[in-house]
């Protein structure tokens, strides 16, 4: 082997890994077309059953039952939307019309018999309050920030809702558009196993869904009827936001169960601290711990188990760094996305000991 093999061979190894780090930096600097593409995949295989049902029973043409299907799945979405605004409202009047001096009464009874409590305990309050110097580490420019980042995230909302729906129409529009343009890059010998990839994938993320909603559901069930047994105002709209929140994993119920506790609170700000606030508060951490405890110990496992058959603590590692990677957004994607990639690598690489470790269940 001569001084110019060698060169060769180095110089043909630093042009994989400079092309392999721009793919890289590419893909990177695009995740948000990515994340946008993956989503729009996802519903559309939602609403494929719909198309499906609208051509073959009701004999529709392909472009109307598109046309009605996302009509369908955009009326949901507003739906919840539109569920959201009275509970709003209502939230909006309860602090306009909130007698300020009685909950300042309210919390200074509270102060004092936290205090008279300390006391007994031989604990200073006041002095470790001000030695903790929690009162003076406060940024106070944290409320115009926090409104900046709400309206920036409302804009790129509203950026990404579009390119969803645009993107979801083609794939509902042609329902091999998806396979098509993965194909393209695929050599010809190797497209049948793609196409049986594509088929168990349908299948493992249908079944997936369907678990999801009984999820939803369960969660539903239980807020519902503990909201209510407490006399919470609209029970069921908080119930069902709560537990849509549910979906993004476990954010969605830290999430879910702190604005259930602040609505609760919003609920009853006219009424006694001691008497009627904080039992409801201590109720509904009941309810919370409660659904939390049917969620993660019946309905996850259930749902990772059967439909997706992958380990919880493989989930849930796939989950932490699609969350680092791509923020909330890729958290709620990352179980589909990784389902995916199981099937296609075991359709391509079976034989090899890793693949054949995870997708053992597959």
Request: one cysteine or more; proline letters at 3%; a positive charge.
């Amino acid at each position: 082997m001569n001084s110019r093999t060698i060169a060769n061979g180095i110089l043909r190894a630093v042009g994989v890994i400079v092309a392999v780090a721009l793919v890289l930096y590419f893909l990177y600097k695009i995740q948000s077309v990515i994340v946008y593409i993956v989503i729009a995949a996802v519903i559309s295989l939602i609403g494929r059953p719909i198309i499906i049902f609208l051509r073959r029973r009701l004999k529709f043409k392909n472009i109307i039952a598109v046309v009605v299907t996302m009509v369908f799945l955009v009326g949901i979405f507003v739906g919840i939307i539109s569920l959201l605004i009275p509970l709003l409202v209502e939230q909006g009047q309860n602090l306009s019309l909130l007698d300020i001096d009685q909950l300042k009464t309210n919390i200074e009874e509270l102060y004092r018999a936290g205090i008279s409590y300390l006391e007994l305990n031989h604990i200073d309050a006041e002095q470790a309050i001000k030695d903790s110097k929690v009162l003076s580490s406060l940024d106070y420019s944290i409320i115009p920030n926090f409104l900046n980042s709400i309206a920036s995230g409302l804009g790129n909302f509203s950026i990404g809702l579009m390119s969803v729906l645009f993107i979801t129409f083609f794939f509902l529009k042609d329902s091999n558009l998806f396979q098509q343009g993965i194909l393209t890059f695929v050599p010809n010998e190797k497209e049948t196993r793609l196409k049986r990839s594509f088929s168990k994938i349908s299948d493992l993320l249908s079944r997936y869904f369907v678990g999801l909603f009984f999820q939803i559901l369960i969660l539903f069930v239980i807020y519902t009827i503990g909201l209510l047994i407490i006399g919470v105002k609209n029970a069921v709209v908080i119930a069902f936001l709560c537990a849509l929140i549910n979906l993004i994993p476990y954010l969605g119920p830290l999430i879910g169960g702190v604005l259930m506790l602040l609505l609760v609170m919003t609920n009853n700000l006219g009424d006694s601290l001691n008497e009627v606030i904080l039992p409801n508060v201590i109720y509904t951490l009941i309810i919370i711990v409660i659904a939390q405890l049917v969620d993660n110990f019946f309905s996850q496992p259930f749902i990772f188990s059967k439909s997706v058959k992958s380990h919880p603590l493989e989930i849930f590692l796939v989950i932490i760094i699609a969350g680092l990677l791509f923020g909330v957004v890729g958290m709620i994607v990352a179980v589909p996305s990784y389902t995916a990639i199981k099937v296609i690598l075991k359709e391509f690489l079976s034989e090899n000991k890793v693949v054949k470790k995870l997708t053992q269940g597959l």
